[in-house]
């Protein structure tokens, strides 16, 4: 089993920041890739950025060139830097790792922009 300590989430105002970490405890010996989706109320959970071991990064085209994702390999934990927030980003952020072949996820956190 993996568990995972999501935190960084909250409210704030568009144009803001905020930092979201994740790390990942259990079996996590073979992490592959790490990444946050995110789910806003009525829609699908969608990819917002994923980094693998190698760090090669992927990232949704709506946060290209605002959000940044980075992972520290011996903590195995992963970040996600979110600059110039607007109300679209609005969501639940969801932890998620790729693990021999099984993605796992954590219980998400909230991100709320508004003014």
């Known amino acids: 089993q993996v568990q995972f300590v999501e935190s960084g989430g909250g409210s704030v105002q568009p144009g803001g920041s905020l930092r979201l970490s994740c790390t990942a405890s259990?079996?996590?010996?073979?992490?592959?890739?790490m990444g946050w989706y995110r789910q806003a109320p009525g829609t699908q959970r969608e990819l917002v950025a994923a980094i693998t071991s190698g760090t090669n990064t992927n990232y949704a085209d709506s946060v290209k060139g605002r959000f940044t994702i980075s992972r520290d390999n011996a903590k195995n934990t992963v970040y996600l830097q979110m600059n110039s927030l607007k109300p679209e980003d609005t969501a639940v952020y969801y932890c998620n790792a790729y693990i021999l072949g099984t993605y796992y996820w954590g219980k998400g956190t909230l991100v709320t922009v508004s003014s």
């Open positions: 259990g079996s996590v010996r073979s992490i592959y890739a």
